[in-house]
């Protein structure tokens, strides 16, 4: 189910747009293109949106002219943006001057399957804080379904957002109580399981519902002992084995196992085997884009 959240991308190179635009489609309600800074000003004020994605080296307005018009207008002041930038110029020119005002910075060249990861990882948390807002105020509980976002989904918005709060799935009679602190699992139960095998057992989970009580402070248990990526990562690796397994056989099964890109896919850079319930179809996704 795609995420309730409209998305601007901004640059003069009309490859990038239109790839870039074809693989976020999927996960956001919708996406339109500019072609400047002048032109994404035009369309901002004419429609809000809610995340921002720039090129930095654009004629005539380029990426950080804009950032600094959005952020100078107080009804733009708190839009996410995100900037597409040389190495160089994000080390050099951007991140000391921009470091407050940019959601994330993505460095060119760039793995287009990357990219949107990227990008997606803030649309998540954007659509987890609008859920948030919508949420009943008299007792402080998010309520919702995993078709709306999925365990994966879920994990990595809460890390994003550094979020203090106890997060319960629900699929059947099954249940799984997820303890967040600033944004890291601390501690976690699915039956008699505790720990990393708690959170690895609903990892994949697309079906069932989900709860965030904001209320919950920080568990007094410690039974995880990776971080949050490093669960996910973990977490995928362990599912993709079974996938192949399943798929290959049982011979598959007693062949030694080599490890897998996927998991590191998660925040590294370099190219990796989609995962199966991911929200994009991209034929193009391990092209790489640059200005």
């Known amino acids: 189910m795609p995420a309730n959240v409209k998305v601007l991308l901004v640059d003069d190179n009309a490859t990038v747009l239109s790839m870039l635009r074809k693989a976020l489609a999927p996960a956001v309600s919708s996406v339109a293109v500019a072609s400047d800074g002048a032109d994404a000003l035009l369309r901002i004020v004419d429609e809000p949106f809610d995340l921002v994605v720039a090129d930095y080296k654009m004629p005539g307005t380029d990426g950080r002219q804009l950032l600094q018009k959005l952020k100078a207008r107080p009804a733009t002041a708190r839009l996410p943006i995100v900037l597409m930038a040389s190495k160089a110029d994000i080390e050099e020119r951007l991140r000391s001057a921009t470091q407050d005002s940019v959601e994330d910075f993505i460095e060119k060249p760039f793995f287009l399957r990357d990219a949107v990861r990227r990008i997606k990882r803030i649309v998540d948390k954007i659509a987890l804080e609008r859920m948030a807002k919508e949420a009943p105020a008299a ?12 365990v994966i989904d879920l994990l990595q918005s809460l890390e994003l957002g550094r979020k203090t709060c106890r997060l319960t799935l629900t699929r059947g009679k099954e249940r799984c109580d997820l303890y967040f602190s600033e944004g890291q699992i601390g501690h976690a139960t699915y039956g008699e399981l505790k720990g990393d095998p708690a959170v690895f057992q609903v990892i994949a989970w697309t079906e069932g519902d989900f709860q965030i009580d904001f209320r919950e402070t920080a568990a007094q248990e410690q039974s995880t002992t990776l971080s949050t990526q490093t669960l996910l990562m973990e977490g995928l690796r362990i599912l993709d084995e079974a996938n192949r397994d399943s798929e290959e056989g049982p011979e598959a099964a007693r062949a030694p196992s080599v490890p897998d890109q996927k998991a590191e896919a998660i925040e590294s850079s370099q190219p990796a085997a989609k995962p199966a319930h991911s929200r994009f179809s991209m ?5 790489i884009l640059e200005a």
Not at 139 to 150: F, H, Y
Not at 283 to 287: A, G, K, T, V
């Open 139 to 150: 007792d402080g509980v998010l309520r919702g379904t995993l078709a709306q976002m999925n």
């Open 283 to 287: 034929d193009e996704e391990d092209n």
